[in-house]
């Protein structure tokens, strides 16, 4: 028993060694320079610059709605809509070939005009919630939107996360509580009780819309076209926005009190979102639609900042915590790459033609599919041509040795009888003999 005890110990006190011998090897080989990358740089760059966009929308919401008693989100929506269907949707009709409007509409219409749908519901619930529910309430209840995406991205886009970004995820909640707290030992608890159930509910049916349609964009921008989502998005979104604000909003629009403060308020939250309509494809194409919603949560810190100068806010130690811990958050999940899970060939190659044939094949994909078949062309003719120019060679010295051999008859024939040896009376024959 004593000895069994020993090697149990001696074999736990091996494993510790290698694992931190391991340890302490990962740490050695570990270089800021390959985390801090310039990718990740531009990456954490650019999705501040989102999270900026939706900070300058917040505040032209809340100066229309404060000093001027306009709560009309649909119409806010509305100019953002028109603006996206004038500039891609034009762009859409310009084109030739798959990617024409009209080709679109007749493979995938519906799909697009559900998207639609989703993303304007889901602007419309969390403005709608504000009636509701209070602001704190609401800045916990929006982060429900990562888990939901999470979900999502795995089961739909086959993606693979490991430990680091449940951490990370973990870490950027973390200060979204901080942010929390600071708003209420500021005594910022503003907004509504008049149904906090109805404005929780609210606020996580547009969390859960918001997570469907980034990764709806997401599939779209990375295999088929930024320009054919903003499009698309565009022109339903325009279509479905008018008629709920014909239905839900005409006496708020009819009772607005017109003017070019008003109406620069309006167009400020319209270039805005705008800008951050067209600028999130380019960001979730280089990363992931989990990347950008955790780099906009920094967007309500940058509003409190602006609130600060313009509406006076108390100012907390807590908000710059909150700011620092949700940027640490967000550079760990980024510093680790998701996999994607591995598909079966077969599936994916039957997929792959089933798409095709709804005519969403990308065009990138095409174009590589027939450089690889040309270059397999290509090397066959090549292997062909130089068995063909081999064989020819042969063929060739084949017929120059027999031509030689030839010749040398022909002189040896020319020459006369076979010479004799004297002395001896057998004939021996002077020709090329292999023997010694």
């Not at 009780?193 to 049916?205: A, F, H, K, R």
């Amino acid at each position: 028993m004593e000895t069994k005890q020993s090697e149990d110990e001696s074999r736990y006190e091996e494993s510790y060694k290698n694992q931190s011998t391991a340890l302490m090897m990962r740490i050695r080989k570990f270089k800021m320079k390959e985390v801090l990358t310039w990718q990740l740089a531009k990456t954490l760059a650019m999705g501040q610059g989102l999270a900026v966009l939706i900070c300058g929308t917040a505040i032209s919401s809340q100066y229309l709605a404060t000093k001027f008693h306009v709560n009309t989100p649909m119409l806010q929506s509305l100019f953002n809509y028109t603006l996206l269907c004038a500039t891609y949707t034009t762009m859409l009709l310009c084109r030739t070939g798959d990617g024409n409007i009209f080709q679109i509409l007749r493979s995938r219409w519906w799909k697009y005009l559900l998207l639609g749908l989703v993303d304007v519901e889901a602007n419309y619930a969390v403005v709608k919630a504000y009636q509701y529910t209070t602001l704190t309430s609401i800045q916990l209840l929006d982060c429900f939107v990562v888990p939901v995406l999470m979900l999502l991205s795995w089961w739909v886009l086959k993606t693979r996360y490991r430990l680091v970004h449940y951490v990370a995820v973990c870490i950027c909640l973390l200060g979204v509580g901080a942010m929390v707290g600071a708003d209420l030992l500021a005594g910022r608890d503003q907004g509504s009780t008049s149904n906090i159930l109805l404005g929780d509910g609210l606020v996580l049916i547009s969390a859960t819309l918001y997570a469907v349609s980034n990764v709806c964009q997401e599939y779209t921008v990375k295999n088929l076209s930024r320009e054919e989502f903003l499009g698309m998005i565009g022109l339903f979104g325009t279509v479905i926005s008018t008629v709920q604000m014909v239905i839900l909003e005409r006496n708020e629009v009819t009772n607005i009190q017109w003017s070019w403060e008003v109406g620069l308020l309006f167009a400020a939250f319209a270039l805005c979102m705008y800008t951050l309509y067209s600028c999130m494809p380019i960001v979730v194409r280089l990363s992931s639609a989990t990347s950008v919603n955790l780099s906009l949560l920094t967007a309500d810190l940058f509003s409190l900042f602006c609130g600060i100068f313009l509406f006076h806010y108390h100012f907390s130690g807590l908000y710059l915590v909150s700011l620092v811990v949700i940027l640490i958050g967000f550079i760990t999940y980024n510093v680790v790459p998701t996999p994607t899970a591995p598909t079966d060939p077969s599936s994916s190659s039957s997929s792959s033609s089933s798409i095709c044939e709804e005519g969403q094949c990308d065009v990138a994909s095409q174009n590589e599919m027939t450089k690889q078949e040309l270059a397999v062309k290509i090397t066959t003719e090549e292997g062909r041509g130089d068995e063909e120019e081999q064989s020819a060679d042969e063929e060739k010295k084949n017929g120059w040795k027999e031509e030689k051999n030839r010749r040398r008859w022909k002189k040896r024939r020319a020459t006369g009888p076979p010479q004799c040896l004297e002395g001896q009376n057998d004939v021996v024959v002077v020709r090329h003999s292999t023997k010694m």
